[in-house]
């Protein structure tokens, strides 16, 4: 078993790479209060099927935490936007 399999990307900027702009328009979505996908899709504005392609992405990057098909964003998914919109000012 390879060490790096579950071992997402420490840096910021490769893992924004990661997600792409919708996966991180999805982010910001969730934490300004968008618990359902369908809400989700109405404050991002990202086609479902893209909402349901990277979801799964940015819970196994454990960006956001799903329960009982709500989703929530987690410590590190605060700290990830903090970091990429502080970069992007620059």
């Known amino acids: 078993m390879s060490a790096n399999k579950k071992?997402?990307?420490n840096d910021s900027i490769n893992l924004k790479y990661l997600i792409g702009d919708m996966g991180f328009e999805?982010?910001?979505a969730i934490e300004k209060g968008a618990r359902k996908k369908e809400t989700i899709k109405?404050?991002?504005?990202v086609?479902?099927?893209c909402i349901n392609g990277r979801?799964?992405?940015l819970i196994d990057l454990n960006?956001?935490?799903?329960?009982?098909?709500?989703?929530?964003?987690t410590e590190r998914g605060i700290e990830f936007k903090k970091r990429?919109?502080?970069k992007n000012k620059i």
């Open 7 to 9: 071992k997402p990307p």
């Open 26 to 28: 999805i982010l910001l």
């Open 55 to 57: 979801l799964p992405v």
């Open 84 to 86: 990429v919109k502080f």
């Open 47 to 49: 086609p479902m099927e």
């Open 42 to 45: 109405l404050l991002s504005g």
């Open 63 to 73: 960006l956001i935490s799903k329960n009982n098909e709500e989703f929530y964003i």
